[in-house]
T-cell receptor, first 116, second 110 residues
């Protein structure tokens, strides 16, 4: 059973389209995240939700809108896709705060988005 | 946020120990040191974490300098499956935000 699962794994789409990536975790965690890994392999946090509430919103264009229908799901919707949005998007979850004493973050396998 | 410095890349022979260093000279007294690794085409996975004392688990050991300004991840016998990018992440207690640096790309030679 996959702990954090994302769909789709691969997505090729044209500029200007709107697309969504879905994420589900079956770990019973309270906190979920979206990370973006660009072509230079830098991994940056985009959003974090705790108990369905947005707690981190990094400097991300408002074309990106996360939605958390319940604690187990965090979806990422992207409007008006641009070439620069091409990246690998990772969903992750943790039991409350990941830092400090070590609540581990569990990552999904990634969604490879290519905008053409 | 504490800054980290790690070698861009390292090589090791299979079945030999590997020591992956990390400098985190601006770490604060309450920051834990977490290590994650990212295997090719996968998401990062937890390896180990510690505060002051050296730590061991089934995957690795973590040696933390007495002044806490550096740490070393030790893989006791590298295997080909250990080839990955290893990230050292000082993590304040109570934060939701992990900051991943550039990491060290470990290549394991057969």
């Amino acid at each position: 059973d996959t702990a954090v699962s994302q769909t789709p794994k691969y997505l090729v789409t044209q500029m200007g389209n709107d697309k969504s990536i879905k994420c589900e975790q079956n770990l019973g965690h309270d906190t979920m995240y979206w990370y973006k890994q660009d072509s230079k392999k830098f991994l940056k946090i985009m959003f974090s939700y705790n108990n369905k509430e947005l707690i981190i919103n990094e400097t991300v264009p408002n074309r990106f809108s996360p939605k958390s229908p319940d604690k187990a799901h965090l979806n990422l919707h992207i409007n008006s896709l641009e070439l620069g949005d091409s990246a690998v998007y990772f969903c992750a979850s943790s039991q409350d705060l990941p830092g400090g004493i070590g609540n581990t973050i569990y990552f999904g396998e990634g969604s490879w988005l290519t905008v053409v | 946020d504490a800054k980290t410095t790690q070698p861009n890349s390292m090589e090791s022979n299979e079945e030999e120990p590997v020591h992956l260093p990390c400098n985190h000279s601006t770490i604060s007294g309450t920051d834990y040191i977490h290590w994650y690794r990212q295997l090719p085409s996968q998401g990062p996975e937890y390896v180990i974490h510690g505060l002051t004392s050296n730590v061991n688990n089934r995957m690795a050991s973590l040696a933390i300098a007495e002044d806490r300004k550096s740490s070393t991840l030790i893989l006791h016998r590298a295997t080909l499956r250990d080839a990955a990018v290893y990230y050292c992440i000082p993590s304040p207690s109570g934060t939701y935000k992990y900051i991943f640096g550039t990491g060290t790309r470990l290549k394991v030679l057969a």
